[in-house]
């Protein structure tokens, strides 16, 4: 039962990048999955997720410019981003909050947009 994060990088400011998660293990496919970040200092916050159903949320923050998506045949959830900004910043952690388990979360991927 794991996650596996890629796709992070270095990328100028306005630019577009995607990260990707594959999930092992079924139970992935009846649960949320989604993706945190954490920026140097400060503390881990969510920035989207999505819902076995296909129901999305997004911080404010990123709200128009980050893209949620999941592929329930390769268990796998991606995150588009673009118009990228210094503030996106970050380690992203692609996470999963089993049903009457623990948070499983994968190892994070580092995001730098240089201005």
């Known amino acids: 039962v794991q996650l596996q994060a890629s796709g992070g990088g270095l990328v100028q400011a306005g630019g577009s990048l995607r990260l990707s998660c594959a999930a092992s293990?079924?139970?992935?496919?009846?649960?949320?999955m989604g993706w945190y970040r954490q920026a140097p200092g400060k503390q881990r916050e969510l920035v989207a997720f999505?819902?076995?159903?296909?129901?999305?949320t997004y911080a404010d923050s990123v709200k128009g410019r980050f893209t949620i998506s999941r592929d329930y045949a390769k268990n796998t959830v991606s995150l588009q981003m673009t118009s990228l900004k210094d503030e996106d910043t970050a380690v992203y952690y692609c996470?999963?909050?089993?049903?009457?388990?623990?948070?499983?979360w994968g190892q994070g991927t580092q995001v730098t947009v240089s201005s």
């Open positions: 293990g079924s139970m992935f496919r009846n649960n949320i």
């Open positions: 999505m819902t076995d159903a296909g129901e999305t």
């Open positions: 996470y999963s909050p089993l049903r009457g388990g623990p948070v499983v």
